[in-house]
């Protein structure tokens, strides 16, 4: 769970680097809070590799391999030649610096062990208890798809559906006594189907409409600051893909977190805006 506060912390680290790297473009200025934010980014990524966490490895791997690709790409086009050859240099010998100290610091064989042989992994997906908690979960969602089953109702109402899967029901089988012990599930590891579950069609419509509404601004009211909001909507996706897998959105406190940031990051921007071409 740690790890997706840790994934929302590099998106803010993300959207201020290219918020200062235009800062400091716009008054022709060398250097900037924005070259302290990149090394944010590396060290934040090294702290998730050291817990070990699936998720927030593949997420925040995807949203910082992106940031890393835009922030070159961004240096290249620096507004002088002189800028944009430093910068380039700069990025590419933070980027080695932190793949040293990643490697150095980051036990590669254990992460190699928790993600196990990829290849049988998705060969046998629908196999896993995580898959069939889904498949499971998505059925009780057919059965009140619009209205749901009501907030925190899953944990009680999944056993009745567990049933029909020993595999899932029961801790193992043993050849002489049978089926033993019981499986207790208290999240579905998939966010987004047992939302669905809970709160159906309505609940989960209102809130894609307050997601709906954050996407809207930073779409329409980012102007000049055009790869921070960029960079905050590959934040809420890598969120909602990592909710696919794992419980994140089961914490109120990381609700709070990220519509916190959205809305601090949409002011700023929209302050920006409207500072900048009134």
């Known amino acids: 769970m740690g790890v997706a506060y840790l994934n929302l912390i590099i998106c803010a680290c993300g959207m201020l680097y290219f918020y200062h790297f235009n800062q400091a473009e716009r008054r022709e200025q060398s250097g900037g809070p924005h070259l302290l934010l990149f090394v944010f980014v590396a060290v934040l990524y090294t702290s998730i590799g050291l817990a070990l966490s699936r998720g927030g490895i593949l997420f925040g791997g995807v949203m910082v391999a992106g940031f890393f690709i835009v922030a ?18 700069l990025i590419g010998s933070l ?30 997906a629908d196999q896993s208890d995580r898959a069939i908690t889904t498949k499971l979960t998505w059925q009780m969602a057919q059965e009140k798809l619009w209205l749901g089953w009501g907030a925190g109702s899953w944990r009680y109402i999944f056993p009745m559906y567990q049933k029909s899967h020993p595999e899932i029901f029961y801790q193992g089988y043993r050849a002489r006594g049978g089926w033993w012990g019981r499986k207790i599930y208290h999240y579905a590891h998939n966010d987004i189907v047992q939302f669905l579950c809970e709160y159906g069609i309505v609940g989960c419509g209102i809130l894609l409409m307050i997601f709906g509404y954050w996407v809207w601004n930073l779409l329409f009211r980012a102007a000049g600051n055009t790869l921070s909001a960029l960079m905050l909507l590959v934040g809420l996706g890598a969120a909602f893909g990592h909710a696919f897998v794992d419980f994140i959105f089961q914490s109120p406190a990381y609700w709070l977190a990220l519509n916190g940031l959205l809305c601090v990051s949409v002011k700023l921007l929209s302050l920006h805006r409207e500072r900048v071409y009134r």
């Open 95 to 124: 980027v080695g610096g932190g793949g040293y100290m990643i490697f150095q610091f980051v036990d590669i064989q254990k992460i190699e062990q928790r993600f196990g042989d990829i290849e049988e992994t998705i060969q046998t």
């Open 72 to 89: 070159a790409a961004r240096g290249l086009f620096a507004s002088s030649l002189r800028n944009s050859i430093l910068l380039s240099l």
